[in-house]
């Protein structure tokens, strides 16, 4: 079992940046895969990115492709997100997640422990 607390959330302008961190207990943390969602208000939550155990392969939803980065570091037991260019649109709770089984998967269902969200608002 892995617990997973983000940080890093905040209010910033439009065109600004921030940069998510998620600490993950537990040693087998290498052996996910890890993934950032987020909701916003009255929305559902969507798919941001992930990246593979050993951190070689990455994925990105469109809306943030060429403006997100995520990484990881499993020395730390930290999955990252920089967010660069910030748009209001952006703004959501911003989740991590763990999935021991798939691979990059886009898919809620198939990840198996959440951390608790991280508030990223961005103002026009």
């Known amino acids: 079992q892995v617990q997973l607390v983000e940080s890093g959330g905040g209010l910033v302008q439009a065109g600004g940046s921030l940069r998510l961190s998620c600490a993950a207990s537990g040693r087998s943390f290498s052996s996910y895969n890890m993934a950032w969602f987020r909701q916003a208000p009255g929305k559902e939550r969507e798919f941001v990115a992930a990246?593979?155990?050993?951190?070689?392969?990455?994925w990105y939803a469109e809306s943030v492709k060429g403006r997100f980065t995520i990484s990881r570091d499993n020395a730390k037991n930290t999955v990252y997100l920089q967010m660069n260019s910030l748009k209001p649109e952006d703004t959501a709770v911003y989740y991590c997640?763990?999935?021991?089984?798939?691979?990059?998967?886009?898919?809620?269902?198939?990840?198996?422990?959440w951390g608790q969200g991280a508030q990223v608002t961005v103002s026009s």
């Open positions: 990246i593979s155990r050993n951190g070689g392969s990455t």
């Open positions: 997640a763990a999935d021991q089984g798939g691979y990059g998967s886009s898919r809620q269902s198939e990840y198996d422990y």
